[in-house]
């Protein structure tokens, strides 16, 4: 059973937490609505190597299926370098960290206010080990 999530700040959550559970870097969401009139948010997120990265955007897509969203468009999942995942309302751009560096979309949009977001810490089971 699916959940449709319409509000686009919920799904750019849920997205977050998708890269957070595969262990996702430096996860970055911009508020670009202002500065950008073709989408709301930005999720920016760096993978360690082309499978990561992969590995990254696989989980935001099946989460967002889970909710009820399908992608737009993607770009650059066979290179695995920048892969670019357009939800309409917001876009997914996961990264390896060079090409993070070198096309600085941080920096590029740098007017944007960030979203508050804290990757959930997955609670103690209680149970020590011996």
């Not at 202002?34 to 099946?62: C, M, N, W, Y």
């Not at 876009?91 to 960030?114: I, K, M, N, S, T």
């Amino acid at each position: 059973m699916t959940d449709t999530v319409q509000d686009p700040r919920e799904a750019v959550l849920i997205a977050a937490d998708a890269l957070a559970s595969k262990k996702g870097l430096d996860i970055v969401l911009l508020d670009v609505g202002d500065l950008f009139q073709i989408t709301e948010v930005f999720v920016i997120a760096s993978g360690t190597s082309r499978p990561h990265v992969k590995s990254l955007v696989e989980s935001v897509e099946e989460r967002m299926r889970e909710c009820g969203r399908k992608p737009l468009r993607e770009e650059g999942t066979r290179e695995g370098e920048w892969v670019l995942v357009d939800y309409g309302d917001f876009v997914v751009h996961v990264f390896q960290p060079a090409p993070r560096d070198f096309y600085g979309l941080e920096r590029l949009w740098g007017d944007a206010p960030r979203l508050p977001w804290e990757e959930k810490i997955p609670e103690a089971s209680g149970k020590s080990v011996s």
